[in-house]
């Protein structure tokens, strides 16, 4: 199965295209550079240790995991600090010759092997200065037939996950019918592939190395169409995902302002219902304070009225009283009560007999302005209180009354 490369670029070195992955597993760094037309493989794999003693031996440490961040960002080109370029055992060699002053290749050594070799170097730009770290990959031949369909499936099957998830994002059904056929295309042609590949294993005993570095071309540019696709499905699906993610935070932000409104709302009601509480409060107080003093009103007008009557009644007792009997005249003591109401009884009668005269003279003063043509004097009766002490007697000619 092949190594699920956490990283992977198509470069060009010399003239010819080669695709450059690399991957980090644990404490190890697998670097992989394969040739697009001739389809040879050369893998390294590197401890973590040994790329730090790597970048010590340069002048210029550095940790695995920032050296790893850089092999990234060269191989995507995400940065211009950090570039790649392959080289073979004797350019290697041409160049260390030529910083050293010196020509030739060093004897004693297994060129045959050497040659077979692929120099992957890292290079670093600081300001001032240049590193190069060199990885060592050695030759792994070209692929083997079972795994570049392994490699088929595999991406087939991302290809599938990647439609399935476009569809449950919220996809529309023109799209996602499309994906349908488009799913169904690439089935198809993987059907027709798998067919393809299954005669071609049994054409290739026979034929020649030629033969079969086309055969293996051919299905390395199938292998990369459908990895072509697999990109722009997975772009696809992210942009997906954060148009649905911004529309989520917009709702959110919504659902936010309502609840603030809420709050308010929901205070301001509170502050109203209190100021209703202490309206009907002090309503309530008023009403009990004017109904006290209806009533107390109510009891003192009756009060006067018990006490007037009830004087009223110790007068006419007081009168009778003092009507002396035949019999019991010689043994009546002196009672100043009943003599201050007789006093004032006698008052009334007098004032009585003056009201009585002075209508006679007023009827007689009527009659002669009557006789002259003057208009005629007008009176009123006397009104007498029960109880009272003011009496009225005739109204005037300016339709007052006269007290007594």
């Known amino acids: 199965m092949d190594q699920p490369w956490s990283v992977t670029a198509v470069w060009e070195f010399r003239d010819a295209e080669y695709e450059v992955s690399a991957s980090k597993s644990g404490e190890s760094l697998t670097v992989q550079v394969e040739e697009m037309h ?52 004797t350019d290697l060699e041409l160049l260390r010759n030529k910083k050293l002053g010196s020509a030739g290749i060093s004897p004693g050594k297994n060129t045959s092997q050497l040659q077979t070799k692929r120099y992957l170097i890292l290079t670093y730009s600081a300001e001032f200065d240049r590193i190069h770290y060199p990885l060592a990959l050695s030759y792994m031949g070209k692929p083997d037939p079972a795994a570049l369909k392994e490699t088929i499936r595999r991406l087939q099957q991302e290809l599938t ?4 998830q476009a569809g449950h994002g919220g996809q529309k059904q023109s799209t996602f019918v499309q994906l349908r056929q488009d799913y169904d295309t690439l089935l198809r042609e993987k ?151 007789n006093k004032q009884n006698k008052q009334q009668e007098t004032k009585r007999l003056n009201c009585a005269r002075t209508r006679v003279g007023t009827r007689s003063r009527s009659n002669s302005a009557e006789g002259r043509g003057l208009p005629p004097f007008r009176s009123t009766p006397v009104a007498f209180v029960s109880g009272g002490s003011k009496k009225f007697g005739p109204r005037t000619s300016s339709g007052k009354d006269t007290e007594i």
């Open 38 to 89: 001739t389809a040879d493989q050369w893998r390294g794999r590197f401890e973590a240790k040994h790329i730090e003693e790597l970048t010590r031996k340069t002048g210029n440490f550095k940790q695995f995991a920032v050296f790893y961040n850089m092999l990234q960002s060269a191989i995507t080109k995400s940065s211009a600090s950090v570039t790649l370029d392959l080289l073979t055992y």
């Open 161 to 164: 996950t990647n439609v399935k």
């Open 191 to 341: 059907q027709e592939l798998e067919e393809e590949f299954e005669r071609l294993q049994q054409e290739a005993k026979p034929t020649k190395e030629g033969n079969q570095t086309k055969e293996m071309a051919i299905l390395k540019k199938v292998i990369n169409n459908l990895e072509e696709d697999l990109l722009k499905e997975k772009s696809k699906h992210q942009k997906q995902i954060s148009k649905a993610n911004q529309e989520m935070r917009a709702l959110l932000d919504e659902v936010e302002e309502l609840r603030s409104s809420e709050r308010t709302l929901q205070a301001r009601v509170k502050s109203l219902t209190n100021e209703l509480a202490v309206l009907r409060q002090s309503w309530r107080s008023t009403s009990v304070k004017s109904s006290n003093s209806r009533s107390a009103a109510g009891t003192t007008k009756a009060h006067l009225r018990q006490r007037s009557s009830s004087t009223e009644r110790r007068t006419t007792g007081a009168v009778r009283s003092r009507t002396p009997s035949p019999s019991g005249f010689k043994g009546a003591r002196f009672n100043p009560t009943a003599y201050v109401h």
